[in-house]
């Protein structure tokens, strides 16, 4: 079990993971990780990283920065968003678009998940979870 899990809306070729629990520098590298896992079985024309309902976010500017670093998951010309709905979280999400490398300049950060929905023109969204192991 994981404080996340992951998404796809195979209609619309949208992958999502969804946080839950706590968001720490652990979680956010195992998370990097197997969702480029995913991206890379799936072959999503877009992504979106939802932190809504993350109890508690608790990342730090050093894991960011070292993140950041790493080859996006999904490069442009794919666009991809982070739902970041309080204050630190979307400060930290801004850090990591700013820091990194280029190829994420589709990557936007949004208040609420309907924000990353209209710019997909995703009206009917049908997101199916995927089983936790592939």
């Known amino acids: 079990m994981h404080d996340y899990y992951f998404e796809y809306d195979a209609a619309h070729r949208i992958f999502a993971s969804r946080v839950t629990g706590a ?13 480029a896992g995913r991206v890379r079985q799936l072959s ?7 932190l809504t309902a993350c109890q508690r976010f608790d990342v730090s500017t050093a894991a960011v920065r070292k993140m950041a670093g790493l080859h996006p ?37 949004v208040r609420a998940v309907d924000a990353a929905y209209e710019a997909l023109s995703l009206t009917a969204p049908a997101f199916e979870r995927l089983p936790d192991h592939p």
């Open 44 to 50: 999503p024309r877009a992504a979106i990283l939802d």
């Open 23 to 35: 968001f720490t520098d652990t979680i956010f590298e195992t998370w990097y990780h197997a969702a």
């Open 73 to 109: 998951i999904l490069p442009d010309p794919a666009p991809r968003f982070v739902v970041a709905p309080n204050d630190i979280s979307f400060g930290m999400a801004r850090m990591f678009q700013m820091l990194g490398p280029e190829g994420r300049d589709m990557l936007f950060i």
